[in-house]
């Protein structure tokens, strides 16, 4: 059983910045998907970004293209997502999730593809 907690949300003014983290118990030899999605009230889930084991493929949505970046630490099981120039419609809980193994950039973005989750974390955005 994969563990994954995300931290790091919390309150920011409009175009401050968070990073969140993601610590995912999971074994490094095996190649697995780190992915980022996001809740807020009233709507769907729906992903944020998402990076293949290596680091090397990213893939992220439109609303946060050029303003968040993914990136992982494999040697501590780890992944962030840095929150740049954030905006009110940026809040809602956000949640890390654990594919087992690759996707593709339009594969990532389905949620039930994604075995484990994290409990998620706050992150509200004031205007």
């Known amino acids: 059983q994969v563990q994954v907690t995300e931290s790091g949300g919390g309150l920011v003014q409009s175009g401050g910045s968070l990073r969140l983290s993601c610590a995912a118990s999971?074994?490094?030899?095996?190649?697995?998907?780190l992915a980022w999605f996001r809740q807020a009230p009233g709507k769907e889930r729906e992903f944020v970004a998402a990076i293949s084991r290596g680091g090397g493929t990213t893939f992220y949505s439109d609303s946060v293209k050029g303003r968040f970046t993914t990136s992982r630490e494999n040697a501590k099981n780890t992944a962030y997502l840095q929150m740049s120039d954030l905006k009110p419609e940026d809040t809602a809980v956000y949640y890390c999730a654990v594919l087992d193994g690759a996707c593709t950039r339009i594969s990532c973005r389905d949620r039930r593809l994604y075995g484990h989750w994290g409990q998620g974390t706050q992150v509200t955005v004031s205007s």
């Open positions: 999971a074994r490094t030899d095996r190649s697995y998907t």
